[in-house]
């Protein structure tokens, strides 16, 4: 049974760091492409990262500030929140496809999620 489990939310101030994690389980995370998408209340979910084989791709938004990794071992997919804004705030959810498609922003193409985490990025 696949499933993915996110964790590593929080309340965090401006400027702060958070790290999620995203938990592998039933399939090996390392042949799928998997990515990190986000959805603020009243705004439709929209991919900040994913992560092929080593290749790595980021929304312009997170680009220099968020950072994808994996640990194979732990099949584990980490995403790594530097310089937070209020913006970044959202729930945050990971997916899994067993494809690829350059178009790894748009939620349609993964066919796994997790429950999401709720990142809140105040003062």
């Known amino acids: 049974q696949v499933q993915l489990v996110e964790s590593g939310g929080g309340l965090v101030q401006p400027g702060g760091s958070l790290r999620l994690s995203c938990a592998a389980s039933?399939?090996?995370?390392?042949?799928?492409?998997i990515g990190w998408f986000r959805q603020a209340p009243g705004k439709e979910r929209e991919g900040v990262s994913c992560?092929?084989?080593?290749?790595?791709y980021y929304a312009d938004s997170v680009k220099g500030r968020f950072t994808i990794s994996r640990d194979n071992a732990k099949n584990t997919v980490y995403l790594q929140m530097n310089s937070l804004k209020p913006e970044d705030t959202a729930v945050y959810y990971c997916?899994?496809?067993?494809?690829?498609?350059?178009?790894?922003?748009?939620?349609?193409?993964?066919?796994?999620w997790g429950q999401g985490t709720q990142v809140t990025v105040s003062s």
């Open positions: 992560m092929r084989s080593s290749r790595t």
């Open positions: 997916a899994a496809d067993i494809t690829w498609t350059s178009i790894w922003y748009r939620p349609g193409e993964y066919d796994y």
């Open positions: 039933g399939f090996p995370s390392a042949y799928y492409t």
